[in-house]
């Protein structure tokens, strides 16, 4: 079943910035939806981000818009999550997932995801 890796979490102080990676080897990406999706301690999955390539759509959950930003490099296969401004909400562990759309369902594999932690 399709895998994705994610990287690139770890802790930052407020108000920093990360960049998340999320590759798939031997698929690709830009043909699909792609989501980012966080878990927070103690807290469902929810879905943050996700963009769909055939028609354009793009997703932010009201809780991290105008902060982070999705992207994509199709030469590389690799999506992106650039998160600015964190706090303390924005600890957990981050996924992301391919999508039949956007939005959409995951038609792949969960990955072990990455942590962010948001502390000073």
């Known amino acids: 079943q399709l895998q994705v890796v994610e990287s690139g979490g770890g802790s930052v102080q407020p108000g920093g910035s990360l960049r998340l990676s999320c590759a798939a080897p031997?698929?690709?990406?830009?043909?699909?939806?792609i989501g980012w999706f966080r878990q927070a301690p103690g807290k469902e999955r929810e879905g943050i981000s996700c963009f769909a390539s055939n028609t354009g759509n793009i997703y932010y959950a009201d809780s991290v818009k105008g902060r982070f930003t999705i992207s994509r490099d199709n030469a590389k296969n690799t999506v992106y999550l650039e998160m600015n401004s964190l706090n303390s909400e924005d600890t957990g562990v981050y996924y992301c997932a391919p999508l039949t759309g956007c939005p959409g369902t995951n038609f792949g594999s969960w990955g072990q995801g990455t942590q962010v932690t948001v502390s000073s």
């Open positions: 031997g698929f690709t990406l830009n043909y699909h939806g």
